[in-house]
């Protein structure tokens, strides 16, 4: 498998589960009752483009100055980071909830600007970081934009569909348990190069 295959796979594996039950979820099932569905995806997408980019830049510029192996024991320390933050989860407050609601501007904007928002210091965000310091930037770049989008439209399609949230217990220990298999992957990588 190539390079650039290898980084969109993983990259969009990672981020979709990571994504699932995030905030930004309940984010876009907020906005999709209030706006039509491809506005919205839309502004994701341009959110989520926007944020991921700079995440792999920052993460691609980490990984041509770092060892290796040290990348990769932070990058399993990260995953279980990012596993323990999915357990404990996000809600989407009250606060959000109305100003995703009252929101009259064009929906594309409106979504786009609470995305790239929402986004910045997120456990997407840091886990499209720690992906760009292993693999090509190109590839997690598109990997993590569309796995994010995937996930967030499956949100809005299962959302629109049930009239109620994905299971969320199930959501959570599912995501935190990829996560732990991903920390374990990568510790495992680093004590290889290390010992």
Do not use: C
Request: proline share 2%.
């Amino acid at each position: 498998m190539s390079a650039f295959l290898a980084a969109l796979a993983i990259s969009f594996g990672v981020i979709f589960v990571a994504e699932l039950g995030d905030k930004s979820q309940l984010m876009a099932l907020t906005f999709a009752t209030r706006f039509r569905t491809v506005p919205v995806l839309i502004g994701i997408t341009i959110a989520t483009a926007v944020v991921h980019l700079v995440s792999v830049a920052v993460g691609y510029g980490l990984g041509a100055a770092l060892p290796t192996a040290w990348i990769s024991l932070v990058a399993a320390i990260a995953f279980f980071g990012f596993g323990a933050w999915t357990l404990r989860g996000d809600k989407l407050t009250d606060d959000e909830r109305d100003k995703a609601e009252r929101t009259t501007r064009s929906a594309i904007i409106a979504v786009g600007v609470s995305f790239f928002l929402a986004e910045l210091g997120d456990k997407t965000m840091l886990a499209t970081i720690t992906l760009a310091t292993q693999h090509g930037w190109f590839g997690t770049w598109v990997g993590s934009t569309v796995g994010m989008v995937a996930a967030d439209a499956l949100a809005i399609v299962v959302g629109r569909q049930l009239g109620r949230h994905l299971p969320e217990k199930a959501i959570k220990y599912g995501a935190s348990a990829l996560f732990a298999v991903f920390g374990i992957w990568l510790l495992i990588e680093a004590l290889r190069e290390l010992l």
